[in-house]
Protein backbone atom coordinates (compact mmCIF):
# COMPACT_ATOMS: atom_id res chain seq x y z
CA UNK A 1 0.00 0.00 0.00
CA UNK A 2 1.19 3.29 -0.94
CA UNK A 3 0.80 7.45 0.44
CA UNK A 4 -0.66 7.97 3.65
CA UNK A 5 -2.84 5.93 5.48
CA UNK A 6 -5.43 6.47 8.53
CA UNK A 7 -7.49 4.22 10.63
CA UNK A 8 -10.31 4.18 11.42
CA UNK A 9 -11.81 6.16 9.07
CA UNK A 10 -15.01 6.99 11.12
CA UNK A 11 -14.96 7.11 15.39
CA UNK A 12 -17.76 7.73 17.83
CA UNK A 13 -16.58 8.11 21.27
CA UNK A 14 -18.18 9.14 24.43
CA UNK A 15 -16.70 11.86 26.81
CA UNK A 16 -15.25 9.27 29.29
CA UNK A 17 -13.64 6.87 26.45
CA UNK A 18 -10.01 6.64 25.38
CA UNK A 19 -9.11 6.02 21.68
CA UNK A 20 -6.17 6.21 19.46
CA UNK A 21 -6.12 7.11 16.16
CA UNK A 22 -3.77 5.57 13.69
CA UNK A 23 -1.65 7.31 10.70
CA UNK A 24 0.75 5.14 8.45
CA UNK A 25 3.09 6.41 5.41
CA UNK A 26 5.11 4.49 3.07
CA UNK A 27 6.66 7.13 1.02
CA UNK A 28 9.90 7.03 3.07
CA UNK A 29 8.62 10.75 4.42
CA UNK A 30 10.79 11.73 7.59
CA UNK A 31 8.24 14.50 8.75
CA UNK A 32 4.83 13.48 10.01
CA UNK A 33 1.76 16.29 11.49
CA UNK A 34 -1.40 15.89 12.57
CA UNK A 35 -4.04 18.36 11.51
CA UNK A 36 -7.52 19.14 12.78
CA UNK A 37 -10.02 20.33 10.49
CA UNK A 38 -13.40 22.03 11.84
CA UNK A 39 -16.33 23.13 9.45
CA UNK A 40 -15.50 26.10 8.14
CA UNK A 41 -12.84 27.00 9.77
CA UNK A 42 -8.71 26.66 8.39
CA UNK A 43 -6.78 23.24 8.91
CA UNK A 44 -5.85 23.72 12.25
CA UNK A 45 -1.94 22.19 13.03
CA UNK A 46 -1.86 20.35 15.95
CA UNK A 47 1.80 18.69 16.00
CA UNK A 48 4.91 18.04 13.93
CA UNK A 49 7.23 15.22 13.83
CA UNK A 50 10.78 15.53 12.17
CA UNK A 51 12.72 12.03 12.89
CA UNK A 52 10.83 10.64 15.43
CA UNK A 53 10.97 14.17 17.17
CA UNK A 54 8.17 16.81 18.37
CA UNK A 55 8.92 19.74 16.86
CA UNK A 56 5.99 21.51 17.94
CA UNK A 57 2.75 21.44 20.03
CA UNK A 58 0.86 24.21 18.96
CA UNK A 59 -1.06 24.78 22.26
CA UNK A 60 -2.94 21.43 21.85
CA UNK A 61 -5.09 20.10 25.08
CA UNK A 62 -3.20 17.82 26.92
CA UNK A 63 -6.17 15.42 26.27
CA UNK A 64 -4.42 15.02 23.29
CA UNK A 65 -1.25 13.03 23.43
CA UNK A 66 0.59 12.01 20.06
CA UNK A 67 3.22 9.18 19.43
CA UNK A 68 5.79 8.44 16.70
CA UNK A 69 7.44 5.72 17.57
CA UNK A 70 9.02 5.30 13.80
CA UNK A 71 8.94 7.59 10.76
CA UNK A 72 6.40 5.24 9.09
CA UNK A 73 3.93 5.76 12.07
CA UNK A 74 1.90 8.42 14.22
CA UNK A 75 -0.99 7.98 16.93
CA UNK A 76 -2.97 10.46 18.36
CA UNK A 77 -4.00 9.41 21.55
CA UNK A 78 -7.29 11.11 22.69
CA UNK A 79 -9.44 10.51 26.02
CA UNK A 80 -12.03 12.60 28.01
CA UNK A 81 -13.04 14.02 24.77
CA UNK A 82 -15.35 17.25 24.41
CA UNK A 83 -17.83 17.56 21.58
CA UNK A 84 -16.63 20.55 20.46
CA UNK A 85 -13.46 18.20 19.94
CA UNK A 86 -15.80 16.23 17.25
CA UNK A 87 -13.91 17.06 13.38
CA UNK A 88 -11.75 15.54 10.47
CA UNK A 89 -8.71 14.37 12.11
CA UNK A 90 -5.85 14.29 8.98
CA UNK A 91 -2.30 13.04 9.08
CA UNK A 92 0.13 14.42 6.83
CA UNK A 93 3.65 13.60 5.88
CA UNK A 94 6.32 15.20 3.83
CA UNK A 95 10.05 14.56 2.99
CA UNK A 96 11.91 16.94 5.53
CA UNK A 97 10.14 19.40 7.89
CA UNK A 98 12.51 22.51 6.76
CA UNK A 99 12.06 22.21 3.45
CA UNK A 100 8.10 21.03 2.48
CA UNK A 101 8.82 22.81 -0.65
CA UNK A 102 6.63 19.93 -2.08
CA UNK A 103 4.04 20.14 -0.05
CA UNK A 104 2.62 17.24 2.20
CA UNK A 105 0.93 14.08 1.45
CA UNK A 106 -2.32 13.84 3.22
CA UNK A 107 -4.07 10.80 4.25
CA UNK A 108 -8.16 10.71 3.81
CA UNK A 109 -8.82 11.49 7.24
CA UNK A 110 -10.72 10.43 10.66
CA UNK A 111 -14.06 11.72 10.68
CA UNK A 112 -14.32 12.09 15.03
CA UNK A 113 -17.78 12.08 16.88
CA UNK A 114 -17.46 13.08 20.52
CA UNK A 115 -20.95 11.99 22.23
CA UNK B 1 -5.98 35.89 13.81
CA UNK B 2 -5.86 34.06 10.46
CA UNK B 3 -2.75 34.44 8.81
CA UNK B 4 -4.58 32.74 5.56
CA UNK B 5 -7.91 33.93 4.64
CA UNK B 6 -10.56 32.67 1.81
CA UNK B 7 -13.09 34.94 1.73
CA UNK B 8 -15.20 33.10 -0.24
CA UNK B 9 -16.86 29.71 1.00
CA UNK B 10 -18.34 29.02 -1.88
CA UNK B 11 -17.91 29.37 -5.82
CA UNK B 12 -20.41 28.27 -8.59
CA UNK B 13 -19.05 28.12 -12.03
CA UNK B 14 -20.53 26.88 -15.41
CA UNK B 15 -18.49 24.44 -17.34
CA UNK B 16 -15.97 25.81 -19.92
CA UNK B 17 -15.87 29.39 -17.77
CA UNK B 18 -12.84 30.15 -15.67
CA UNK B 19 -12.94 29.54 -11.99
CA UNK B 20 -11.02 32.27 -9.85
CA UNK B 21 -10.27 31.52 -6.70
CA UNK B 22 -8.44 34.08 -4.33
CA UNK B 23 -6.71 33.76 -0.54
CA UNK B 24 -5.16 37.37 1.41
CA UNK B 25 -2.62 36.47 3.54
CA UNK B 26 -0.86 38.57 6.44
CA UNK B 27 2.42 37.55 7.15
CA UNK B 28 4.95 39.02 4.81
CA UNK B 29 7.04 36.26 5.55
CA UNK B 30 5.69 33.60 3.94
CA UNK B 31 8.02 32.22 0.95
CA UNK B 32 6.02 29.71 -0.55
CA UNK B 33 2.63 29.95 -1.38
CA UNK B 34 0.19 26.18 -2.35
CA UNK B 35 -3.08 25.37 -3.05
CA UNK B 36 -4.67 21.84 -2.61
CA UNK B 37 -7.91 20.22 -3.72
CA UNK B 38 -10.17 18.03 -1.50
CA UNK B 39 -13.02 15.94 -2.16
CA UNK B 40 -15.28 14.73 -0.16
CA UNK B 41 -14.27 11.57 2.12
CA UNK B 42 -10.30 12.46 0.73
CA UNK B 43 -7.54 14.26 1.92
CA UNK B 44 -6.25 17.29 0.47
CA UNK B 45 -4.20 16.81 -2.84
CA UNK B 46 -1.63 18.82 -3.79
CA UNK B 47 -2.38 20.87 -6.90
CA UNK B 48 0.07 23.69 -7.32
CA UNK B 49 2.62 26.06 -5.68
CA UNK B 50 4.80 29.30 -6.55
CA UNK B 51 7.48 30.58 -4.92
CA UNK B 52 7.33 33.59 -3.38
CA UNK B 53 10.40 35.50 -6.14
CA UNK B 54 7.34 34.71 -8.98
CA UNK B 55 4.49 36.04 -10.11
CA UNK B 56 2.53 33.31 -12.25
CA UNK B 57 3.20 29.30 -12.34
CA UNK B 58 1.04 27.72 -14.83
CA UNK B 59 0.37 23.68 -14.79
CA UNK B 60 -2.26 22.59 -17.49
CA UNK B 61 -5.52 24.45 -16.84
CA UNK B 62 -4.44 25.96 -13.57
CA UNK B 63 -2.71 29.09 -13.21
CA UNK B 64 -1.66 30.80 -9.50
CA UNK B 65 -1.18 34.46 -9.93
CA UNK B 66 0.96 35.76 -6.54
CA UNK B 67 0.74 39.48 -6.24
CA UNK B 68 3.29 40.57 -3.32
CA UNK B 69 2.56 43.89 -2.50
CA UNK B 70 -1.45 43.45 -2.10
CA UNK B 71 -0.47 39.89 -0.61
CA UNK B 72 -2.80 38.01 -2.19
CA UNK B 73 -2.86 34.93 -4.65
CA UNK B 74 -5.36 33.87 -7.03
CA UNK B 75 -5.91 30.36 -8.47
CA UNK B 76 -7.29 30.37 -12.70
CA UNK B 77 -8.96 27.55 -13.25
CA UNK B 78 -9.83 27.23 -17.39
CA UNK B 79 -11.46 25.99 -18.74
CA UNK B 80 -13.62 24.79 -15.73
CA UNK B 81 -15.07 20.87 -16.14
CA UNK B 82 -17.60 19.31 -13.00
CA UNK B 83 -14.94 16.92 -12.00
CA UNK B 84 -13.24 20.27 -10.17
CA UNK B 85 -15.60 20.44 -7.92
CA UNK B 86 -14.19 20.36 -5.19
CA UNK B 87 -12.94 22.06 -1.70
CA UNK B 88 -9.80 24.43 -2.34
CA UNK B 89 -7.43 25.38 0.46
CA UNK B 90 -4.92 27.99 -0.14
CA UNK B 91 -1.48 27.36 1.75
CA UNK B 92 1.51 29.49 2.89
CA UNK B 93 4.86 27.97 3.98
CA UNK B 94 6.43 30.29 6.81
CA UNK B 95 10.21 31.11 6.30
CA UNK B 96 13.16 30.32 9.40
CA UNK B 97 12.79 27.47 11.01
CA UNK B 98 8.86 27.54 10.90
CA UNK B 99 8.77 26.28 8.21
CA UNK B 100 5.67 24.39 8.80
CA UNK B 101 2.17 24.89 6.19
CA UNK B 102 -0.84 27.12 7.46
CA UNK B 103 -3.94 27.04 5.82
CA UNK B 104 -7.11 28.96 4.83
CA UNK B 105 -10.23 27.74 5.57
CA UNK B 106 -11.14 26.52 2.15
CA UNK B 107 -13.54 27.89 -0.70
CA UNK B 108 -15.98 25.46 -2.09
CA UNK B 109 -15.89 25.13 -5.81
CA UNK B 110 -19.03 23.62 -7.57
CA UNK B 111 -18.59 23.97 -11.58
CA UNK B 112 -22.06 22.90 -13.40
CA UNK B 113 -22.62 21.33 -16.13
Known amino acids: ETGVTQTPRHLVMGMTNKKSLKCEQHLGHNAMYWYKQSAKKPLELMFVYSLEERVENNSVPSRFSPECPNSSHLFLHLHTLQPEDSALYLC??????????????FGSGTRLTVV | DQQVKQNSPSLSVQEGRISILNCDYTNSMFDYFLWYKKYPAEGPTFLISISSIKDKNEDGRFTVFLNKSAKHLSLHIVPSQPGDSAVYFCAARGSGSARQLTFGSGTQLTVLP
Open chain 1, 92 to 105: ASSQDHSWSVYGYT
